[in-house]
């Protein structure tokens, strides 16, 4: 079967890094997206790896190793807008994307 | 304007009640989408449509089915709503000619049976 497993919930404070990890059993890889979503809003994109290695955007930053099954999303100099759920979805050998249930961030001042 | 709209934003029907959600977008895409979110279940796959004529099944379409009426109209129907139909509903569009197939998604409906 096709997994996702993220953490429910994670608390940081705010200034500080976090780091979310996501460790994915698919059939097949084409590709592993983050996105982010505020509470009762649509789903945002944030980043997306294909290759093994570190993609950064400004305070965001995704990493991938296919080898593991595994990702991580990390947030740097916290902000209390970043209070959100994150979510990591594989595009699969059909290109379909599978979801993982999404990790809560809650941003403590 | 919002690339991707969703009608209606709220809706409370009862239980045995047809009820169709509207999807339009601006985006040009090809690719649409819908799914539902429930707490704790992540998004979950009802249809996707590649283009007009092409719809497929997804993770979750029993009690569901689509129109693609033109290539930025998608609807999603509920032949007869029960309880366990309420959560949260999303379409999505998505370029096929694209190098990622990154997903956009619309505002969401939120959705209640009782």
């Known amino acids: 079967g096709q997994n996702i497993d993220q953490p429910t919930e994670m608390t940081a404070t705010e200034g500080a890094i976090v780091q979310i990890n996501c460790t994915y059993q698919?059939?097949?890889?084409?590709?592993l997206f983050w996105y982010q979503q505020h509470a009762g809003e649509a789903p945002t994109f944030l980043s997306y790896?294909?290759l093994d290695g570190l993609e950064e955007k400004g305070r965001f930053s995704s990493f991938l190793s296919r080898s593991k099954g595994y990702s991580y999303l990390l947030l740097k100099e916290l902000q209390m807008k970043d209070s959100a759920s994150y979510l990591c979805?594989?595009?699969?050998?059909?290109?379909?994307?599978?979801w993982g249930a999404g990790t809560k961030l809650i941003i403590k001042p | 304007d919002a690339d991707v709209t969703q009608t209606p934003r709220n809706r409370i029907t009862k239980t045995g009640k047809r009820i169709m959600l509207e999807c339009s977008q601006t985006?040009?895409?090809?690719?649409m989408y819908w799914y539902r979110q429930d707490p704790g279940l992540g998004l979950r796959l009802i249809y996707y449509?590649?283009?007009?004529?092409?719809?497929n099944k997804g993770e979750i379409s029993d009690g569901y089915s689509v129109s693609r009426q033109a290539q930025a109209k998608f609807s999603l129907s509920l032949e007869s709503a029960i309880p366990n139909q309420t959560a949260l509903y999303f379409c999505?569009?998505?370029?096929?000619?694209?190098?990622?197939?990154?997903?956009?998604f619309g505002p969401g409906t939120r959705l209640t049976v009782t």
């Open positions: 999505a569009t998505s370029d096929g000619t694209s190098e990622t197939y990154e997903q956009y």
């Open positions: 985006k040009g895409h090809d690719r």
């Open positions: 449509s590649f283009d007009v004529k092409d719809i």
């Open positions: 698919t059939s097949g890889f084409n590709g």
């Open positions: 790896n294909v």
């Open positions: 979805a594989v595009k699969d050998s059909n290109y379909q994307l599978i």
